[in-house]
Nanobody, 117 residues
């Protein structure tokens, strides 16, 4: 059974930082050659892709987070990270991970990120 478990969210003030983690079980990032992405869903909005990393380490970011967020992966730990700096209230959302660009597995519970002004 594939499981994606997101963690690391919390409440921070504007300008603060958080590091999110996405731990996978039931499949292997590198062996199965999956690109992994971080997605987020703000209240009343559709889920959007935020960032993506390939098995070879290639990365992409949505314009709104470029220069502030950094995605990375540890294939040995089957974990993907999202370092988020200079957070703003517009980043408030539930953050999820899944394969990218199209999600292949059931969504996890996500991790809530709340940025106060």
């Amino acid at each position: 059974e594939v499981q994606l478990v997101e963690s690391g969210g919390g409440l921070v003030q504007t300008g603060g930082s958080l590091r999110l983690s996405c731990a996978a079980s039931g499949f292997t990032f590198a062996f199965d050659d999956y690109a992994i992405g971080w997605f987020r869903q703000a209240p009343g909005k559709e889920r959007e892709g935020v960032s993506c990393i390939t098995t070879s380490g290639g990365t992409t970011y949505v314009d709104s987070v470029k220069g502030r967020f950094t995605i990375s992966r540890d294939n040995a730990k089957n974990t993907v990270y999202l370092q988020m700096n200079s957070l703003s209230p517009e980043d408030t959302a539930v953050y999820y991970c899944n394969t990218a660009p199209m999600p292949s597995f059931p969504w996890g519970q996500g991790t809530q990120v709340t940025v106060s002004s």
